[in-house]
T-cell receptor, first 111, second 111 residues
Framework: NAGVTQTPKFQVLKTGQSMTLQCAQDMNHEYMSWYRQDPGMGLRLIHYSVGAGITDQGEVPNGYNVSRSTTEDFPLRLLSAAPSQTSVYFC??????????FGPGTRLTVT | QQQVKQSPQSLIVQKGGISIINCAYENTAFDYFPWYQQFPGKGPALLIAIRPDVSEKKEGRFTISFNKSAKQFSLHIMDSQPGDSATYFCAASKGQGNLIFGKGTKLSVKP
């Protein structure tokens, strides 16, 4: 049981490039979410999903897309990276939106 | 509008002392109040959580105190140890809603 896995661990992008952050969980959780963590800002919700085929926006969705084709996977796409998207990104999953299990994070730098 | 306010931003405690972190919330519909612990380079992990039907919950050295009328809740770490040095986040949610996080408290326990 690997829990929540995220790849890559580190990524450097140039402004304007696109990429996908991968997230997978093997706990059969219906609820999955993406957060970004910036110094002094806590964890801010980007997008979330309550089940396969269902996604919705969180607090800071601009510049990000998500899809949920399976229960296990919830990738986060950066369409055109900007320096403001430099952050640490965490994926989380849970049976409900209460007790969430977080992945190890992806540290993204946009230059 | 910050729905969950956390204080202090940082805290230094001597080994064996009591660490106290406070959170205040605005939305009276919130019904789930967890605390997460995060070590450097890792994702947050659920430490302890409480629902508003009780005023206190204790798990080992960690205690949540909850004051519904004041819309406040706090984390107490008894006999603080250097291994408790981490960043702590309070959070709140209502029903099946998303977690709203505080901005975090960096705790350092000095030997």
């Amino acid at each position: 049981n690997a829990g929540v896995t995220q790849t890559p661990k580190f990524q450097v992008l140039k402004t304007g490039q696109s990429m996908t952050l991968q997230c997978a969980q093997d706990m059969n959780h219906e609820y999955m979410s993406w957060y970004r963590q910036d110094p002094g800002m806590g964890l801010r919700l980007i997008h979330y999903s309550v089940g396969a085929g269902i996604t919705d926006q969180g607090e800071v969705p601009n510049g990000y897309n998500v899809s949920r084709s399976t229960t296990e996977d919830f990738p986060l796409r950066l369409l055109s990276a900007a320096p403001s998207q430099t952050s640490v990104y965490f994926c989380a999953s849970s049976y409900t939106s209460g007790e969430q299990y977080f992945g190890p994070g992806t540290r993204l730098t946009v230059t | 509008q910050q729905q969950v306010k956390q204080s202090p931003q940082s805290l230094i405690v001597q080994k064996g002392g009591i660490s106290i972190i406070n959170c205040a919330y605005e939305n009276t519909a919130f019904d789930y109040f967890p605390w997460y612990q995060q070590f450097p380079g890792k994702g947050p992990a659920l430490l302890i959580a409480i629902r508003p039907d009780v005023s206190e919950k204790k798990e080992g050295r960690f205690t949540i105190s909850f004051n519904k009328s004041a819309k406040q809740f706090s984390l107490h770490i008894m006999d603080s140890q250097p291994g408790d040095s981490a960043t702590y986040f309070c959070a709140a949610s209502k029903g099946q809603g998303n977690l709203i996080f505080g901005k975090g408290t960096k705790l350092s326990v000095k030997p």
